[in-house]
T-cell receptor, first 113, second 111 residues
Framework: EAGVTQFPSHSVIEKGQTVTLRCDPI?????LYWYRRVMGKEIKFLLH????????ESGMPNNRFLAERTGGTYSTLKVQPAELEDSGVYFC???????????FGPGTRLTVL | QKEVEQNSGPLSVPEGAIASLNCTYS??????FFWYRQYSGKSPELIMF????GDKEDGRFTAQLNKASQYVSLLIRDSQPSDSATYLC???????????FGSGTRLLVRP
């Protein structure tokens, strides 16, 4: 069974540009989470989807971040326009049920110059 | 105060020793407790989870939870160099499925 996959693995963009990160959860997992880790800090929650619905988006830092999960399968996280402080590693995780084990993807390392 | 606190380490132990990793949390509403292992540049991988006070054993790993003291620990017996990684403590609350992470403890097992 394939694990959580994320694309791209690395992205380097300039301040003000737009970047879109993609996450493909484990097949059959209705719950999808986005987290990020900025340099020197702990991994922090961004938001949680149940199928295509946003269950909890309390961790989204501001309106420059837009997450979607059309059709309840893969998810995208768009940052527009990117700022320097958005640099970090963005992780996606999925779980079958809400309280079940969350399986993490390899992350996307975003560098904003 | 951070919600989940861990000593950043590194914690250095010789091969074959017991490694003891500790974590405290501030929210008494925390319900579930998780230990993830993360190798450099890789994704966090779940080692163990624990919900109830006491000990839970799985192979060389034992998780210990003390809700009164708001303390959770992970013991690794017979430590191996391959156990060298960052160990992340995470909790979630009854009202939410999001994980709240500590900053992690780096473990180094010396051959």
């Amino acid at each position: 069974e394939a694990g959580v996959t994320q694309f791209p693995s690395h992205s380097v963009i300039e301040k003000g540009q737009t970047v879109t990160l993609r996450c493909d959860p484990i097949s059959g997992h209705d719950n999808l989470y986005w987290y990020r880790r900025v340099m020197g800090k702990e991994i922090k929650f961004l938001l949680h989807f149940v199928k295509e619905s946003k269950q909890d988006e309390s961790g989204m830092p501001n309106n420059r971040f837009l997450a979607e999960r059309t059709g309840g399968t893969y998810s995208t996280l768009k940052v527009q326009p990117a700022e320097l402080e958005d640099s970090g590693v963005y992780f996606c995780a999925s779980s079958q049920g809400g309280g079940d084990t969350q399986y993490f993807g390899p992350g996307t390392r975003l560098t904003v110059l | 105060q951070k919600e989940v606190e861990q000593n950043s380490g590194p914690l250095s132990v010789p091969e074959g020793a017991i490694a003891s990793l500790n974590c405290t949390y501030s929210d008494r509403g925390s319900q579930s407790f998780f230990w993830y292992r993360q190798y450099s540049g890789k994704s966090p991988e779940l080692i163990m989870f624990i919900y109830s006070n006491g000990d839970k054993e799985d192979g060389r790993f034992t998780a210990q939870l003390n809700k009164a003291s708001q303390y959770v620990s992970l013991l690794i017996r017979d430590s191996q160099p391959s156990d060298s990684a960052t160990y992340l403590c995470a909790v979630n609350r009854k009202s939410s499925y999001k994980l709240i992470f500590g900053s992690g403890t780096r473990l180094l097992v010396r051959p």
